[in-house]
Each structure stands twice: as structure tokens, then as C-alpha cells.
């Protein structure tokens, strides 16, 4: 998948990936200052070089935010897409660009997570089906995560090449696809973390997404 990227968008993902890095470990909810003082300290004013920028790398740099705040925590990321579709409109391919990045954090994180208690249970040293039933489920959050980050890509490259109309279009298939994920990701955390672990970190998914949005 980083070979898709390109040299800037791999440099700006490994600075947000460094900067959660920095920020403790999972746990209650930021205030809303806190979020905005996150997303801004990484994405950098609202003006001059910024707002010179192609709508197709502002919107790379967005979702790598929200892809490693997610990986981070997946609470975090949530609340960083909430903030970001509340502060500034976003259209439909912006709001499910995001989205995909977001869920991809989530599923690396739940990944990393899950794999380790599947460890601890035991599961990778047995071969009863339900064992190899969890380690399929694994796996298949490593291909969703990067069918995800690679959805995301290509809008960004199209709105890029300022083909807005193919984004668009393409964009319906994807918002699905993160649908698909998220869904994914709350039942594999749920069968080997428990649902305590998902009302902490994966709950409140109802975020109003732009092409979702009613008069």
C-alpha cells in the first residue's frame, strides 16, 4: 500500500504516526479543545501554504491523521472524525475518505489487540475450527484495513487529477466498504476482547457523515 504514496504524504503520516506515539494510551474521551488542539497541531493552519494545497493532498493529510489517532485509539480517532465533520463541511468523498482511514486505524489497532489475546487463549496453537475460525477473522482485518487505506488513496488521487465526478461515483462503493469494516472490526473485538472493550473504544459510531446528512 505505501508504495502508492508518495514521499510527502509517507513523511506527514509518520509525523502524526510519531505524534500519537507521544500521547498516552487509550482511555476516556478529550475534551472538545483538546481534539481541536490535536487536529490542528498536526494539520497546521487554515490558511496561507495550506490552503494552497491540491484538495487531493489536504485530504491525504486528514486521513493519515485519522487512520494513526484510530490506531492509537480508536475512541480518539472517533472523536477527531466527529470534531472534523462538525467544524468545517465536508462533501461526500471527503467524509468517506475520512471515514476509511479512520476504520482502518481502528482495525489495525483491534488487530494488535485482538491478536494478543488470541494469544494468550491459546488459539494459535490449536486447531479446533472455532480457534481457526478467530485467526481467519484476524487476517481478515489486515486485508479490509488495507483495502481501506487503498479506497482512500484513490480518491485522494482523483481528486488530485481534479476528476471530482469519477470520485464521486466511486466513493458510494467505498462508504460501503467502511461500513463493511467498522462492522467487521466491532465483531472480532467483541468475540476476543469482550463487549466491555467495545463499548469503551468502538461504541457511539453514529457519526452524521456528509453523505448522510438531512435538511
Given at each position: 500500500?505505501?508504495?502508492f504514496?508518495?514521499?510527502t504524504e509517507?513523511?506527514?503520516?509518520?509525523?502524526?504516526?510519531?505524534?500519537f506515539?507521544?500521547?498516552?494510551?487509550?482511555g476516556?474521551?478529550?475534551?472538545?479543545?483538546?481534539?481541536e488542539?490535536?487536529?490542528?497541531?498536526?494539520?497546521?493552519?487554515?490558511?496561507?501554504?495550506?490552503?494552497?494545497?491540491?484538495?487531493?493532498?489536504?485530504?491525504?493529510?486528514?486521513?493519515?491523521i485519522?487512520e494513526e489517532?484510530?490506531?492509537?485509539?480508536?475512541?480518539?480517532g472517533r472523536?477527531?472524525?466527529?470534531?472534523?465533520?462538525?467544524?468545517?463541511?465536508?462533501?461526500?468523498v471527503?467524509?468517506?475518505?475520512?471515514?476509511l482511514?479512520?476504520?482502518?486505524?481502528?482495525?489495525?489497532?483491534?488487530?494488535?489487540?485482538?491478536?494478543?489475546a488470541?494469544r494468550?487463549?491459546g488459539y494459535?496453537?490449536?486447531?479446533?475450527m472455532?480457534?481457526?475460525?478467530?485467526?481467519?477473522?484476524l487476517a481478515?482485518l489486515?486485508?479490509g484495513a488495507?483495502?481501506?487505506?487503498?479506497?482512500?488513496?484513490?480518491?485522494?488521487?482523483?481528486?488530485?487529477k481534479?476528476?471530482t465526478?469519477?470520485?464521486?461515483?466511486?466513493?458510494?462503493?467505498?462508504?460501503?466498504?467502511?461500513?463493511a469494516?467498522?462492522?467487521?472490526?466491532?465483531?472480532?473485538?467483541?468475540?476476543?476482547?469482550?463487549?466491555?472493550?467495545?463499548?469503551?473504544?468502538?461504541?457511539a459510531?453514529?457519526?452524521?457523515?456528509?453523505?448522510?446528512?438531512t435538511?
Open positions: 500500500m505505501d508504495e504514496k508518495t514521499g509517507t513523511a506527514f503520516r509518520k509525523n502524526a504516526a510519531d505524534f506515539a507521544r500521547l498516552p494510551g487509550p476516556p474521551a478529550g475534551a472538545a479543545t483538546e481534539i488542539a490535536i487536529w490542528h497541531d498536526l494539520d497546521g493552519s487554515q490558511t496561507g501554504a495550506n490552503e494552497a494545497a491540491s484538495p487531493g493532498s489536504r485530504l491525504s493529510r486528514h486521513v493519515s485519522l489517532a484510530a490506531r492509537h485509539d480508536p475512541r480518539l472523536d477527531l472524525l466527529a470534531w472534523r465533520a462538525a467544524a468545517a463541511p465536508s462533501d461526500p471527503e467524509a468517506i475518505a475520512c471515514r482511514g479512520r476504520a482502518a486505524g481502528a482495525a489495525a489497532h483491534v488487530l494488535e489487540a485482538g491478536a494478543s488470541a494468550e487463549k494459535y496453537s490449536s486447531s479446533l472455532d480457534f481457526r475460525g478467530a485467526q481467519e477473522r481478515g489486515v486485508s488495507e483495502l481501506a487505506r487503498l479506497g482512500a488513496c484513490r480518491l485522494c488521487r482523483l481528486l488530485e481534479g476528476q465526478e469519477r470520485a464521486a461515483l466511486e466513493s458510494g462503493a467505498l462508504g460501503a466498504r467502511a461500513a469494516l467498522e462492522a467487521d472490526v466491532r465483531s472480532v473485538a467483541g468475540s476476543l476482547l469482550g463487549q466491555s472493550w467495545v463499548d469503551a473504544r468502538l461504541d459510531d453514529e457519526i452524521l457523515y456528509a453523505d448522510e446528512r435538511p
